[in-house]
C-alpha cells in the first residue's frame, strides 16, 4: 500500500471516529437537555400551582386587594387617566358587588381608577384617631413609605375600611366593605341586588322617569362630581348635553356642591331654599340634596308660589300689627307657648314697659310676677290660687 493511500485510509478512518465522537456528545447533549426541560417544567407546574393557591387566598379576602407595581400612583396630580396608576386588582366576587357602587362612572378598565376617585376625597379617621382623606393617605404612602389604617364613612351608615402599605418595590391598598365582613358571598350580592332591585326590575323606565321630571334632579359621586342630570337641568344651566355639564361640572348654583357635601358628612337630607337662575330668570327654589349609594341626589322644585304665600301672609300680619298698635286700648297677645306674640304700644305704655324688656318674649307667668314686683296688681287672700286662675284663661 503506498504512502497516499495509507494517508486517505487514516484520513477515511478519522473523519468516522470524529462522525461517531460528534453523535455520541450529541446524544449525551440531547439527553441532558430532556432533563433541564423537564426540571424546569416540573418547576413551572409547582409556580403555577403556588400562583393558583395565593389566587384563591385573595378571592377568599372579602375586600378588594389593590397592588402597584409598576406606575405608582400619584392621586395629587391633575390628570385622571394617570393620578391612580395601573394597579392589579384581586379580591371577592362579593366585594366587587359591594364596591362597584362607590365607583365614579367610567370604562370597566378603569375600575380601580374609578372606585377609588369616588372615595378618595370622603373624611377618614385613622386607627391614630386623625382626620384625613384617602387621597393624602395614599400620597404620604407613595411620596414617604408611611403605611396607614383608616376608615371611611359614607352615606346609608356605610363604612369602608382601607389599609395601605409598601411591600418591597410594591404598593399594596386594602379595601374593605363591613356591611359583608364574615357574610355569606351569596347572601352578599343578593342583598346589593335587592337594594337596586326597583330600577333593576325596569331600568330603562325608571331612568325616563327621572330623566323627564319636569324639574332639574342631577346625582353627584362621592367625591362630588356630577355624574348625570336630566334633560330639564340641562336646559336649566342652558347646556347643550349632558356631556357639557359632566366636562364642564356646571352647579345651579354656587352653594350646590357645599350643600352636597353637607348632605354627605352629616349622612341627611339636607334642604334650602334660595333664589336659582334656571333658564335666564330668576326663581326661588327649594333645593333638596340626599345621601344615595355612592353618592348625592338633588333636585330643584319651584317654591315661588310658596314664597309669594309666604310673603303675603307677612305682609298681613304686619298690617294687622299696625292696625292693632293704633288702637288706644291696651293690647297683648300670647303664643300657644305661654309666651309673648305681640303687644302694642298701649299696653307698654299702660303698665311702663320699656322696649329692652320684651325682646326676651316673656312669659305671662313672668309678666304677671313683674307687675307684682312693681306693685301694680291689687292684693290678693290667695296668690297662687289667683295666678292659677290667671294663667288657665
Not at 351569596?186 to 330623566?211: H, Q, R, Y
Not at 288706644?328 to 300670647?334: H, L, T
Not at 320684651?358 to 295666678?387: G, I, M, T, V, Y
Amino acid at each position: 500500500m503506498s504512502n497516499l493511500e495509507m494517508i486517505s485510509l487514516i484520513a477515511a478512518i478519522a473523519a468516522v471516529l470524529l462522525a461517531v465522537v460528534v453523535s455520541y456528545t450529541a446524544l449525551r447533549g440531547g439527553a441532558g437537555r430532556g432533563k433541564a426541560v423537564q426540571k424546569w417544567r416540573k418547576q413551572a407546574a409547582a409556580l403555577d400551582q403556588k400562583l393558583a393557591r395565593i389566587e384563591a387566598v385573595f378571592a377568599a379576602y372579602p375586600g378588594l386587594v389593590l397592588v402597584w407595581e409598576g406606575k405608582i400612583p400619584n392621586p395629587d396630580t391633575a390628570d385622571p387617566d394617570t393620578n391612580w396608576g395601573e394597579p392589579n386588582v384581586y379580591g371577592s366576587t362579593a366585594a366587587l358587588a359591594s364596591l362597584v357602587r362607590f365607583a365614579e362612572p367610567g370604562k370597566p378598565q378603569k375600575f380601580a381608577r374609578n372606585l377609588l376617585e369616588g372615595l378618595a376625597d370622603h373624611n377618614t379617621v385613622s386607627s391614630d384617631g386623625q382626620s384625613s382623606t384617602l387621597r393624602k393617605l395614599v400620597g404620604a404612602l407613595r411620596s414617604r413609605g408611611v403605611a396607614f389604617s383608616a376608615s371611611i364613612a359614607l352615606p346609608g351608615n356605610k363604612l369602608i375600611e382601607v389599609d395601605g402599605n409598601v411591600a418591597g418595590a410594591q404598593i399594596v391598598l386594602w379595601l374593605e366593605d363591613a356591611s359583608i365582613r364574615a357574610g355569606d358571598e351569596k347572601a352578599a350580592i343578593s342583598k346589593f341586588e335587592k337594594e337596586k332591585l326597583t330600577a333593576l326590575s325596569d331600568p330603562i323606565a325608571f331612568v325616563e322617569i327621572m330623566g323627564k321630571a319636569p324639574f332639574p334632579m342631577w346625582r353627584l359621586s362621592g367625591g362630588g362630581r356630577i355624574v348625570w342630570v336630566n334633560t330639564v337641568y340641562t336646559q336649566a344651566v342652558d347646556a347643550a348635553d349632558l356631556a357639557e355639564v359632566i366636562d364642564k361640572q356646571i352647579h345651579l348654583d354656587d352653594a350646590c356642591a357645599a350643600q352636597a357635601k353637607r348632605a354627605l358628612e352629616e349622612n341627611a337630607n339636607i334642604k334650602d331654599v334660595r333664589p336659582l337662575i334656571l333658564n335666564g330668570k330668576r326663581t326661588s327654589s327649594l333645593i333638596t340634596m340626599f345621601p344615595v349609594s355612592g353618592g348625592v341626589a338633588g333636585m330643584a322644585v319651584d317654591a315661588s308660589e310658596a314664597e309669594n304665600l309666604r310673603a303675603e301672609l307677612a305682609r298681613h300680619i304686619r298690617a294687622h300689627d299696625e292696625t292693632l298698635n293704633n288702637m288706644g286700648e291696651a293690647v297683648v297677645i300670647f303664643g300657644a307657648d305661654g309666651r309673648m306674640d305681640f303687644h302694642n304700644h298701649a299696653f307698654a305704655k299702660m303698665f311702663g314697659l320699656n322696649d329692652s324688656w320684651f325682646k326676651e318674649r316673656r312669659s305671662h307667668e313672668e309678666w304677671l310676677d313683674f307687675l307684682r314686683e312693681k306693685r301694680r296688681l291689687p292684693e290678693q287672700p290667695n296668690d297662687a290660687a289667683w295666678n292659677h286662675g290667671e294663667l288657665a284663661l
